[in-house]
């Protein structure tokens, strides 16, 4: 059975940290791009940080840019997402979702990836 499936989300305060993890299970990370998106109520979901299979090439959203950083572990078959320096506005269910690119850039479009998580929710609230 094909899976991704995250967790790391929680509450935390303004300006703190938190670590998201996306395992997967039933198919291999090797040839997959990853792709962390989020979405709050009511608005669209929105690409926030992409990891490439090729070299590892990673790409941000200016929103997120310096604050978060993307990573992947082949043998562990997970890929990592760190948020540091957290503001309200980062709050949102992230999703994790894989896309079969074993040698182009991953795509910023969601419609694209095959495979998603469930989700997991980020609160950033004092």
């Known amino acids: 059975q094909v899976q991704l499936v995250e967790s790391g989300g929680g509450l935390v305060q303004p300006g703190g940290s938190l670590r998201l993890s996306c395992a997967a299970s039933?198919?291999?990370?090797?040839?997959?791009?990853i792709g962390w998106f989020r979405q709050v109520p009511g608005k669209e979901r929105e690409g926030v940080s992409y990891?490439?299979?090729?070299?590892?090439?990673?790409y941000y959203a200016d929103s997120v840019k310096g604050r978060f950083t993307i990573s992947r572990d082949n043998a562990k078959n997970t890929v990592y997402l760190q948020m540091n320096s957290l503001k309200p506005e980062d709050t949102a269910v992230y999703y994790c979702?894989?896309?079969?690119?074993?040698?182009?850039?991953?795509?910023?479009?969601?419609?694209?990836?095959?495979?998603w998580g469930q989700g997991t929710q980020v609160t950033v609230s004092s």
């Open positions: 039933g198919f291999t990370l090797d040839y997959y791009a």
């Open positions: 990891i490439s299979t090729s070299d590892g090439s990673t």
């Open positions: 979702a894989a896309e079969f690119s074993p040698w182009g850039p991953p795509s910023p479009w969601a419609r694209n990836y095959d495979y």
